[in-house]
């Protein structure tokens, strides 16, 4: 049924070969197109911090939030995966206010509504390519919202 785990298994190497093939074979998709019509679980989870640095404790988080869906879609029922139903506006709208040296409504109005906007959406990208630092698997169901 299995084949002998060998004594000198690279850990690293075959996780990366398991997250090759999870992707290569769509292994994901594969599993949520199999439980179309099964009862939803629904599972929510917001997007990685939208102004900052992931550091372990987001590792710890995701951990744990992944457990729960994949034991959920083992136990048959169909578990869509969309998180990033939170935008974290108020810590990302004071880091850009703190960048262009505004101080509340009044200046951030003056400087107006749609520049300042446009450059609170600029600050939650910048810090988007840090966050691929999960592995695969743990990414892996997390369709992050890519308008707000």
């Known amino acids: 049924m299995y084949d002998k785990v060998s004594t000198d298994l690279k850990f690293v190497e075959r996780e990366k070969e398991v997250e090759k093939f999870w992707e290569d074979e769509h292994i994901f998709e594969k599993s949520i197109k199999m439980r179309e019509g099964c009862k939803p679980y629904v599972f929510y989870d917001g997007p990685p911090t939208a102004n900052g640095k992931p550091h372990i404790g987001h590792v710890e988080t995701r951990v744990i939030k992944d457990m729960i869906p994949r034991y959920r879609a083992m ?3 169909m578990v869509p995966r969309k998180a990033g139903w939170d935008t974290h506006g108020l810590p990302v709208e004071l880091e850009v206010e703190k960048k262009l040296g505004l101080d509340g409504k009044d200046q951030i109005e003056a400087y107006g509504l749609e520049p300042f906007i446009r450059e609170c ?7 988007k390519g840090m966050w691929r630092i999960f592995p695969i698997p743990l990414a892996f169901g997390r369709i992050w919202t890519t308008h707000m």
């Open 121 to 127: 959406k600029e600050s939650v990208w910048k810090y």
């Open 75 to 77: 136990k048959g029922y």
